[in-house]
């Protein structure tokens, strides 16, 4: 088989992979609520971005366009980890420090919109700016790391409804993954000057295959904790009655 059916048929699976995911990630939305609304609306634009990237690439349209669409593909890998960390942090969102709770997030989502405007500007051929964006996306990276270090030793943790401890381990197993996929991006970015370079099996295994991983991390920890929303009515309704029968 030539090298050109090997990349197609991984375009093609890369295709069919993010189809299918697309199903229980809008069952997810769905079932987590407004809470969840920002980290759903993301894997769910991951999973768009990832469909037209290989559905170019696999039609023979230009790879300098999938190029860039793959490119932006990896904000919201980002921004569902910091959606899906703000939905795990609701019940105990009044008790953490302003960093955590509104400052963090806004820096994290400006700088990875920075990113995405220099991977979109790179179109007119300017390549130092998707390398540029690429290092942004990085950055914006750390920044996520550190806001979901700092919601995972928080000593209040404890309270979080059960579903919310869950997602915020599926978010602690992918952000490592994210972090790969965002250095091969770099890498590949520096040294072929586009986002579908690289041998087969170092594409496979540094960009394929972390974006499977952080999907199915995303998807599993989202129908595990499909009744989240229910968890978090339910405790407030105990800590109500607690507290109106601390008074009678």
């Not at 400006?110 to 051929?125: K, P, Q, R, Y």
């Not at 390549?127 to 550190?146: N, Q």
Request: proline share 3%; aromatic share 8%.
């Amino acid at each position: 088989m030539s090298s050109k059916s090997q990349i197609d048929g991984l375009e093609l699976a890369e295709l069919v992979f993010f189809a299918i995911a697309t199903l229980p990630a809008t069952y997810c939305l769905i079932k987590h609520g407004r809470h969840g609304i920002l980290g759903w609306l993301n894997v769910l634009i991951l999973c768009g971005l990832r469909i037209a990237s290989s559905a170019m690439a696999t039609t023979g349209n230009p790879s300098k366009a999938a190029s860039i669409i793959s490119g932006i593909g990896l904000s919201p890998l980002l921004l569902a980890a910091l959606g899906l960390l703000h939905e795990a942090n609701t019940s105990i969102r009044d008790h953490l420090p302003a960093l955590v709770r509104s400052y963090g997030y806004i820096l994290a989502h400006w700088v990875i919109l920075a990113g995405v405007g220099l991977a979109a500007a790179s179109a007119n051929g300017k390549l130092i700016l998707l390398r540029v964006g690429l290092i942004v996306f990085g950055t914006g990276w750390m920044i996520v790391v550190i806001l979901a270090y700092l919601s995972f030793r928080t000593p209040v943790s404890f309270q979080r409804a059960d579903g919310e401890k869950k997602l915020l381990i599926a978010i602690m197993v992918a952000l490592p993954l994210i972090g790969v996929r965002i250095l091969y991006g770099i890498a590949i970015a520096f040294v072929d000057g586009n986002m579908l370079g690289g041998s087969l099996p170092v594409r496979v295994i540094f960009g394929t295959l972390p974006e499977f991983l952080v999907m199915i991390a995303y998807v599993a920890g989202g129908l595990v904790t499909r009744n989240v929303a229910e968890q978090r009515l339910e405790g407030s309704k105990q800590a109500m009655d607690y507290t109106a029968s601390a008074y009678t």
